[in-house]
């Protein structure tokens, strides 16, 4: 009996003993985990100090452009604080986002300052844009388009350059390493910006305190994150346009330059008359060939060619446009189906056609369409195409809208190779490949549909 007690005692001290061991390996565990992610905080909070010291150091204005940190901000109602805690820079990401305006900024600098501080730097550049619209391609000047740094523990610090456009935005171009570049200082999923170039309006930015440091953060900073999620920017196709102009010279009469001037100004006008009703649009037919293909208006097409999704149809769109120097020329259609408005300059102006455009399904999938309608007769016509999102664009200075994938959309209206070349002699009711015949008006509804001014 006092055996079995020994042997007893002896399991239960076994037992204890290895209870205790299994605890303090769970706790020191635990506890390295916590320390490895403070010094995961405090290694992202020192990358983003010294990068701030560079760029104060070769005075380039940097902003908080991260879209995880801004949310932060955004869902606290703003950063303001003097504390050194790691609330909004240190958002667990091995990335973290800074951009900059940069109209007149030298940065041969920038290698040696962050070298003083202990970061890699790796500057990516391109092509600038704004000599290519001038058709010089092949001495197009490279300006550098993204900062990446790199602190000794791995953080990158990414910082976009923004340059002014003569559309009167801010515009920033994709990042493409050069084949030597460092491939650790671009994670494939990590870089919030250079997928594609971007197109933004000019943010207001305030001087704020951010997890201790002084930062300039956009004021409306969810609004900020709104235009990244729409910033998809498509340049035009210079050099198919130079080629295009090639086989097709350019018309130098007076009567087309005069066009091209007053399409310039009614699309403009379009614009800021849209943008102040808060009214996506985008360019559509003619004009969206003309930019596609030759990075300008089509002389001989003698009108402007805009589209609107239904769903942002406003009943104060004539008032607006009247109200701008535009008057209602004619309303065909109805809200419910086929809505089409132009509008034109007194004097016999450039016009400018509004195509209200629908959604439905059909048998190969979501398709969006508009209509047209033939006043002398009531019949109803139907142009389908292939649904699309939206991109930015630049046509004659001025920012636009142009469906994403351009050539489909191009394609569906003009044909698959025909858009080429051009077409002086254009009937809308038969020549788009994407026409269908959709009924006649019923006599009866003529008034609302057909109206003539």
Request: proline fraction near 5%.
């Amino acid at each position: 009996m006092p055996r079995l007690n020994r042997t007893g005692i002896l399991a239960l001290l076994v037992a204890a003993s290895s209870a205790f061991l299994l605890f303090q390996l769970y706790y020191y565990r635990q506890s390295s985990n916590g320390g490895n992610a403070l010094r995961q905080k405090d290694v992202q909070w020192e990358a983003v100090r010294r990068v701030m010291g560079v760029a104060r150091q070769v005075a380039l204005p940097i902003f908080l452009a991260d879209p995880a940190a801004l949310s932060l901000i955004g869902q606290q109602g703003g950063a303001e604080g003097g504390g050194r805690g790691c609330s909004f820079l240190c958002t667990g990401r091995t990335t973290t986002a800074f951009a900059a305006i940069a109209d007149h900024w030298k940065y041969d600098a920038v290698a040696a300052a962050a070298s003083q501080k202990g970061l890699e730097v790796e500057q990516v550049r391109g092509r600038d844009p704004r000599l290519l619209e001038e058709g010089a391609e092949l001495s197009a000047a490279q300006i550098p388009l993204h900062f990446l740094f790199r602190s000794t523990h791995g953080h990158i610090i990414q910082v976009v350059l923004l340059y002014q456009r003569s559309g009167g935005y801010l515009w920033h171009g994709p990042l493409r390493l050069a084949p030597g570049a460092d491939r650790r200082l671009a994670p494939p999923t990590g870089l919030p910006y250079g997928r594609h170039a971007g197109a933004y309006h000019r943010p207001e930015l305030v001087l704020t305190v951010v997890d201790g440091l002084d930062v300039r953060v956009p004021r409306n900073s969810s609004h900020f994150l709104s235009l990244r999620s729409h910033a998809h920017f498509i340049e035009c196709r210079h050099k198919e346009a130079r080629a295009f102009y090639q086989l097709y010279p350019e018309d130098g009469s007076v009567e087309a330059a005069e066009f091209r001037r007053g399409a310039r100004s009614v699309l403009l006008l379009a614009g800021r008359t849209l943008d102040a009703l808060n009214v996506p649009f985008w360019i559509s037919s003619g004009t969206c060939l003309g930019w596609f293909r030759q990075c300008g208006f089509i002389s001989y097409s003698r009108d402007v060619d805009v589209g609107v999704s239904i769903r942002h149809y406003r009943p104060d769109l004539a008032t607006a446009f009247a109200s701008a120097g535009l008057p209602l020329k004619h309303s065909f259609g109805k809200v419910e189906d086929s809505l089409e408005l132009s509008f034109q300059a007194p004097g016999g102006g450039v016009k400018l056609d509004i195509f209200f455009f629908y959604q439905e399904e059909s048998w190969g999938g979501a398709v969006v369409w508009n209509g047209g309608t033939q006043a002398k007769s009531g019949r109803k016509f139907k142009y389908v195409f292939p649904s699309f999102d939206l991109c930015w664009a630049e046509l004659a200075g001025v920012r636009v809208r142009v469906p994403c994938a351009t050539l489909d959309y191009v394609r569906a209206n003009y044909g698959q190779e025909a858009w080429l070349t051009p077409v002086t002699s254009w009937d809308w009711k038969t020549s788009p490949s994407n026409v269908v015949d959709n009924g006649v008006w019923p006599r009866q509804d003529w008034a609302q549909v057909i109206q003539l001014y």
